[in-house]
């Protein structure tokens, strides 16, 4: 094959075109104008459905009433977590929340939702995705509890010595 190729012309014939570019996302959006997503994190499942307003967040509690989020994540430091996506993607108040959210405790639902709220904000305007990307809310913190193991206290922790 070498001893065929002497110059560039030859070489740009026996080189196949690259395949063209992905083409763009287009916005995924249902009849209602809504972006639907999935968040999870640790043990907690947020779905999360995003539509243009004004910023109102409303989140469901286990009675299955929605209410509002500084109600439900009362910590300064969970509710700082939910508005991060917005704030990254400069659509601050911009958008409507409403968000359903089960199992683990309070800090793994705020992950959960904040998941949920990147996936559906890049579905709703794939432009937002870089930005969403490049600050890591679109990835799934697959961090979970460690399991117990036999013959030990907890999962890594072993049972008191003693000599006698």
Known sequence: MSDDLKTLDDLKSVVTPVAEAAPARQPVRDELGRSYATGKRKDAVARVWIKP???????RDAKG????????????VLQMILRQPF????????????ATVAGGGL???????RHGISKALQLYDPALRASLKA???????SRVVERKKFGRAKARRSFQFSKR
Do not use: C, H, N, W
């Open 107 to 113: 800090s793994g639902q705020a992950g959960a939702v």
């Open 135 to 141: 600050a890591g809310f679109l990835t799934r913190d």
């Open 65 to 76: 009433e929605y209410i509002d989020y500084t109600k439900y994540f009362a910590r300064p």
């Open 53 to 59: 307003g004004s910023g109102k967040f409303l989140v």
């Open 87 to 98: 704030q990254i993607a400069g659509v601050v108040d911009q958008f409507d929340v409403m």
